[in-house]
């Protein structure tokens, strides 16, 4: 008879054997079912291989890939999800996976940048850093900084787009772009450099980075409130910019007119320029022959009218450029009729005649606004919004505000610098200069527009004794109006002389928070041909 311990024994060896013989079961079961699953996989993968988008080539599938995470501004941010397509199946990761452009931007934060900096080291990077709103600065940490000096070695880095607003978070980025390793940092592939310095009391150094480097391949390049210690540096190592805008706010040392014209000298493809915060030396700048530009079709300047000016007539830009946008800052009244109006003039006589005949539009709020239109092929008489192409976009930031007969005459003198039988169509915006004025000073208009004006004070009785007010005028827009106490008598009498002359509206639009009697509706549809009235009418012109 065995003993109760030997018993024991027995019972856990048999327990020690079963469960050995049930791992065994359970390991064939579960190499069973990975047999099946991958069985299941392989019905699945031929089952998609008969669907249609499968058929498709698997350059022209990344490249459908690539446009759900196509970037449409500069400074764009991937969507949420805008990888999803990883998920789909094996076949369409696969082709993701091996399609380099898709993985050209790691994204706009740190966070995304530890997330992908480290797929496809050869595809072509577009590095984009925004953090103009952060409250907390993050830090680059060692792994990324060497990503991209291994990506500036590599010469794979396309675009450095990159806004913040601390001088010290650009700089950690920056860096290991200008550091000089055995082998030397590469730039020849860099497309499109933006930096942008939002930090109030100091600016990024971008000295070394320029410095260090050369980019023959650099077609865009915008900075913002950065510091380098020579401008030069832009001069010797660009060759085929086709947009520079350059803006230098204090504390960062402001370039020069002369370094400016260096700059354009050296890149004669230049098709966009916009520059804000430079100097003109005492003796004028540069003396020698104006600076061509023959492929120049936006031009965009900013600051006080001497050195506005003076650049200006230092270009040799085309006849047919597109358009001319001129912030004049700390002027006077007296600026206008003696340096602002007879640029303007040039300008447009430079342009030659329009064929389509000019929009003007004034606005007298602070700052003053106005801007020559061409009119292009629009017909006013059709509903809804017209869209005219500005050639030139004129605001004057005047200290001090001059009183209103002063302003009025600088207004007047703006209008006479303008070839005004070419002019068609006017737009004002509370008021900047009287009705009899623009009669008088524009007499060919088609067409008027004004905005934010009492009713009495577009028709004021001293214009409605005249009987040849605006000859050839067609079509009247009153946007934003107010009537005083319902009073409708201004217009109507208008209307009344208007017709009386032998001449009739063919349209008249009127928009505004008014009520109108039923009598004077019926009565100011009799004298146009085509009367439109709303109370949320926004034809932007």
């Known amino acids: 008879m065995s003993s109760p311990a030997s018993t024991n024994s027995d019972d856990l060896a048999q327990r020690d054997c079963s469960a050995e013989i049930n791992i065994i079961s359970i390991r064939a079961l579960e190499a069973q079912i990975k047999e099946h699953e991958m069985a299941i996989v392989k019905l699945k993968r031929a089952r998609n291989s008969f669907l249609n988008v499968s058929r498709l080539p698997p350059e022209i599938l990344g490249n459908i890939f690539c446009w759900n995470v196509t970037r449409e501004f500069d400074f764009d941010r991937l969507e949420e999800g805008s990888h999803d397509f990883l998920l789909v199946c094996h076949h369409w990761f696969e082709v993701a996976s091996r399609t380099p452009e898709l993985w050209s931007f790691w994204g706009d934060n740190l966070q995304d940048w530890q997330k992908r900096h480290l797929r496809h080291p050869m595809a072509p990077l577009d590095l984009v850093f925004n953090g103009s709103s952060l409250r907390c600065v993050p830090t680059l940490n060692d792994s990324l900084k060497n990503a991209l000096q291994d990506r500036a070695a590599r010469d794979t880095i396309r675009r450095i787009h990159l806004t913040a607003n601390d001088s010290e978070l650009l700089d950690s980025i920056i860096s290991p772009l200008a550091s000089c390793e055995s082998d030397g940092i590469r730039s020849s592939g860099v497309q499109s450099i933006i930096l942008s310095d939002d930090s109030d009391y100091t600016s990024v150094n971008i000295s070394d980075f320029f410095a260090r480097h050369r980019f023959p391949e650099l077609r865009c390049l915008q900075l913002e409130n950065c510091t380098i210690s020579s401008w030069d540096f832009i001069t010797s190592r660009t060759s085929v910019l086709t947009t520079l805008t350059l ?11 002369p370094q400016i014209l260096s700059v354009l000298r050296s890149n004669p493809s230049l098709q966009k320029i ?4 430079y100097s003109v030396p005492n003796d004028g700048g540069d003396k020698s022959s104006r600076v061509p530009l023959a492929h120049l079709e936006k031009l965009a ?8 000016f003076t650049l200006l007539h230092n270009l040799r830009y085309p006849k047919n450029m597109e358009s001319l946008g001129l912030d004049i800052t700390h002027s006077t009244v007296e600026d ?8 303007l003039r040039d300008h447009l006589r430079r342009r030659g005649r329009s064929q389509n005949g000019l929009g003007l539009y004034l606005s007298s709020t602070d700052p003053i606004v106005f801007h020559v239109d061409d009119v292009g092929g629009n017909d006013f008489s059709i509903l809804g919004p017209v869209s005219m192409h500005t050639l030139v976009a004129t605001t004057i930031h005047l200290n001090p505000m001059p009183p209103k007969d002063l302003l009025e005459g600088a207004f007047l003198d703006l209008i006479a610098h303008v070839p005004r039988e070419e002019v068609v169509y006017f737009q004002a915006c509370r008021r900047p200069i009287t009705t009899e004025a623009i009669s008088a000073q524009l007499p060919y208009l088609k067409a008027v527009r004004f905005e934010q004006t009492p009713l009495d004070v577009a028709f004021p009785e001293s214009i409605l004794d005249r009987d040849n007010i605006f000859p050839r005028l067609r079509h009247v827009f009153l946007d934003g109006i107010s009537v005083c106490r319902d009073d409708w008598s201004p217009l109507t009498t208008f209307l009344y002389r208007f017709a009386s002359s032998g001449k009739e509206l063919d349209t008249l639009e009127i928009g505004g928070n008014f009520e109108m009697h039923p009598g004077v509706e019926e009565m100011i549809r009799r004298a146009v041909r085509e009367f439109r009235m709303g109370y949320d009418m926004d034809w932007s012109f």
């Not at 803006?247 to 007119?257: D, F, G, L, W, Y």
């Not at 916009?274 to 915060?277: F, H, I, Q, S």
């Not at 206008?336 to 640029?343: D, L, Q, R, V």
């Open 336 to 343: 206008i009729p003696t340096i602002i109006g007879p640029s």
């Open 274 to 277: 916009t520059l804000c915060g």
């Open 247 to 257: 803006v230098i706010c204090s504390p960062a040392p402001r370039i020069t007119s």
């Open 301 to 308: 300047l900013s600051g006080n009218p001497g050195d506005v």
